[in-house]
């Protein structure tokens, strides 16, 4: 048996400690992956997972040979690009996740020129605004929108996003057009919040080198950037998004901008990645290729 394949399960059921969580993550069913840990245990004469009805977590030497494994296995796959020339040849699974919006108007059209450009690579794409757990979830990298509270994952500042105010052209019409920051006062804002119970930051614009905020009414809240722009289109209130994604509906007249000398602070956007000292080439590459095309449109 594979003994590298095994040191992978092995280091995925520790990650999430999880058998059925690890074979969802690699491929495998529940019983390939206990068989690879018993052959792993057997092949080191050590108990490496206690486990219990509840949970699974890793022994002492299991924490020991963790470590161990997640630099070997990093060690191997630069190896196994190390002698490729061609970036054509390169091989294997990258798991991202990145924000709905940008997966739906940014990556996914372009996505055929880098899978045509390396065909023996795979990919898994999750598409969710919520904030993964790269290390638990099994991501290779993760794009993101905003600021980023983790400190122990790098992150790669990629650009910045302008931002926008706008509402739906039957919410002005019932409301009126504000010109001023006073007029916000007499008008409704969609509030978005991650998670829903939190507090919305209300209004937010830039004066100089500081953020402001207006509290301001609104009788939706939403937790999706989905939900924030259909809630928007439903004539709920006024919004702040980032320009990107909005283009059809400001042409048409559906949504219109306003207060465009009040935006909100421009939203970073980062490439997420686990701080090991080896990232596989291929996740390299395709980090790459990700930032070069927020840089070309962004």
Same mark, same amino acid.
């Given at each position: 048996?594979?003994?590298?394949?095994?040191?992978?399960?092995?280091?995925?059921?520790?990650?999430?400690?999880?058998?059925?969580? *690890?074979?969802?993550? $690699?491929?495998?069913?529940?019983?390939?992956?206990?068989?690879?840990?018993?052959?792993? +245990? +057997? %092949? %080191?004469?050590?108990?490496?997972?206690?486990?219990?009805?509840?949970?699974?977590?890793?022994?002492?030497?299991?924490?020991?040979?963790?470590?161990?494994?997640?630099?070997? $296995?990093?060690?191997?796959? +630069?190896? +196994?690009?190390?002698?490729?020339?061609?970036?054509? &040849?390169?091989?294997?699974?990258?798991?991202?996740?990145?924000?709905?919006?940008?997966?739906?108007?940014?990556?996914?059209?372009?996505?055929? &020129?880098?899978?045509?450009?390396?065909?023996?690579?795979?990919? #898994?794409?999750?598409?969710?605004?919520?904030?993964?757990?790269?290390? =638990?979830?099994?991501?290779?990298?993760?794009?993101?929108?905003?600021? &980023?509270?983790?400190?122990?994952?790098? =992150?790669?500042?990629?650009?910045?996003?302008?931002?926008?105010?706008?509402?739906? *052209?039957?919410?002005?019409?019932?409301?009126?057009?504000?010109?001023?920051?006073?007029?916000?006062?007499?008008?409704?804002?969609?509030?978005?919040?991650?998670?829903?119970?939190?507090?919305?930051?209300?209004?937010?614009?830039? &004066?100089?080198?500081?953020?402001?905020?207006?509290?301001?009414?609104?009788?939706?809240?939403?937790?999706?950037?989905?939900?924030?722009?259909?809630?928007?289109?439903?004539?709920?209130?006024?919004?702040?998004?980032?320009?990107?994604?909005?283009?059809?509906?400001? *042409?048409?007249? #559906?949504?219109?901008?306003?207060?465009?000398?009040?935006? =909100?602070?421009?939203?970073?956007?980062?490439?997420?990645?686990?701080?090991?000292?080896?990232?596989?080439?291929?996740?390299?590459?395709?980090?790459?290729?990700?930032? *070069?095309?927020?840089?070309?449109?962004?």
């Amino acid at each position: 048996m594979n003994k590298l394949e095994l040191l992978r399960t092995f280091v995925r059921v520790t990650e999430l400690s999880s058998f059925t969580g *690890a074979g969802e993550s $690699l491929g495998l069913p529940r019983s390939t992956v206990s068989e690879h840990v018993q052959a792993l +245990e +057997e %092949l %080191l004469g050590a108990r490496l997972l206690q486990r219990t009805t509840r949970k699974v977590q890793a022994t002492q030497d299991g924490r020991v040979l963790y470590e161990r494994s997640k630099d070997l $296995l990093a060690h191997m796959e +630069e190896l +196994e690009g190390l002698f490729r020339q061609d970036e054509a &040849q390169l091989a294997g699974r990258i798991r991202v996740d990145m924000p709905n919006v940008m997966a739906r108007d940014l990556i996914l059209p372009r996505l055929p &020129q880098f899978m045509d450009a390396h065909p023996l690579i795979e990919l #898994e794409i999750s598409t969710t605004d919520r904030q993964v757990d790269l290390l =638990a979830e099994g991501f290779d990298c993760v794009l993101r929108v905003g600021a &980023q509270p983790d400190q122990s994952v790098v =992150a790669r500042l990629l650009c910045s996003m302008p931002m926008i105010n706008c509402a739906s *052209a039957t919410y002005l019409q019932r409301y009126g057009v504000p010109q001023t920051l006073a007029d916000l006062a007499d008008h409704h804002l969609v509030h978005y919040v991650r998670p829903l119970g939190s507090r919305s930051a209300g209004f937010e614009y830039v &004066q100089g080198n500081k953020v402001l905020r207006i509290p301001m009414a609104g009788r939706v809240t939403v937790n999706s950037t989905d939900g924030y722009k259909s809630a928007c289109l439903g004539g709920f209130g006024i919004i702040q998004v980032p320009a990107l994604g909005m283009g059809d509906e400001l *042409a048409s007249g #559906e949504l219109v901008a306003v207060l465009p000398d009040y935006p =909100a602070p421009p939203l970073d956007v980062s490439l997420l990645y686990a701080g090991q000292r080896h990232l596989p080439l291929r996740v390299r590459v395709f980090m790459d290729w990700l930032a *070069a095309i927020l840089h070309s449109q962004l």
